[in-house]
């Protein structure tokens, strides 16, 4: 039976890791244990941290059963690298997301104030504004967290990713024909090559610069160096 997020048991969720290897994960962690304290707020599983040791290879019941029971989850991204399955995971519960900042383009991705919030893992009290903002405002914590359990499901199971995959593969494949049988070659960034990222209507995206599209069309990141070409889907 799935329970909306503002009639949950719980207030909080936070399973991330506590290690010196995760500094951003700890500092987190930390401020979540922090505001659950002195708000006298409930956190699902007794207590914010690891639930238990189980790994990403397996289906954790205990580990769905916490994050299943809160109104908010708060996770972050490793603090050496952008990307996990947590996000997916807790958007999959149906709770409201809390997550820090990311860069790395990706087809729809979530947009902050519609199907999660951001914030920035450096900024504790920004972090704890928008905690309290929300758990005083349910009917918002519930309109943004509907949005983004709809949202993972329709774009962002692993079906969803395979189909982008797939037809960046095919697409890519049909311009590189279409050129071949105009004479061309495949070429990006102009003359000597480049780096970019192809966007819907033929815009292109620089290394450094936020790439973001919501209409579902492929995102491919290429690279061309005379009359080469290789594309990486992201």
């Given amino acids: ?8 048991r719980h207030h909080l969720s936070c399973t991330l890791r506590v290690h010196e290897t995760q500094p951003a994960r700890s500092r987190v962690a930390s401020w979540v ?3 659950a304290q002195e708000w006298q707020l409930s956190v699902s599983g007794g207590a914010v941290g ?3 040791t189980g790994q990403r290879r397996e289906i954790n019941a205990g580990y ?6 809160a109104k908010i989850i708060v996770t972050c991204n490793p603090s050496n690298w952008e990307g996990d399955f947590r996000l997916w ?3 999959a519960t149906g709770a409201l997301v809390f997550v820090d900042e990311m860069h790395t383009p990706m087809p729809r991705p979530p947009i902050d104030g519609v199907h999660i919030v951001v914030y920035d893992n450096s900024d504790e009290h920004a972090f704890l504004v928008k905690l309290k903002h929300y758990l005083e405002r349910p009917w918002e914590l519930r309109r943004v967290a509907h ?3 709809l949202h993972a499901l329709r774009h962002h199971r692993s079906v969803s990713r395979i189909d982008w995959v797939l037809r960046s593969a095919l697409d890519a494949r049909a ?3 279409a050129a071949a049988a105009a004479g061309q070659s495949p070429s990006v960034g102009g003359a000597g090559g480049g780096a970019g990222l192809e966007l819907p209507g033929n815009r292109t995206w620089q290394r450094g610069a936020p790439a973001f599209s919501e209409t579902g069309e ?9 009359g080469s070409l290789s594309i990486r889907n992201i």
Avoid: I, W
């Avoid at 039976?1 to 949950?8: C, E, K, Y």
């Avoid at 769905?64 to 029971?69: N, P, S, T």
């Avoid at 492929?218 to 005379?226: E, Q, R, V």
């Fill in 1 to 8: 039976r799935f329970t909306p997020a503002d009639l949950r």
């Fill in 64 to 69: 769905f059963r916490a994050m299943g029971e």
């Fill in 147 to 149: 949005q983004g359990f």
């Fill in 89 to 91: 995971e807790a958007m």
């Fill in 50 to 52: 690891e639930v238990n």
């Fill in 33 to 35: 244990a922090k505001a």
């Fill in 218 to 226: 492929s995102l491919k990141l290429f690279t061309g160096t005379g």
């Fill in 175 to 177: 311009r590189d024909e």
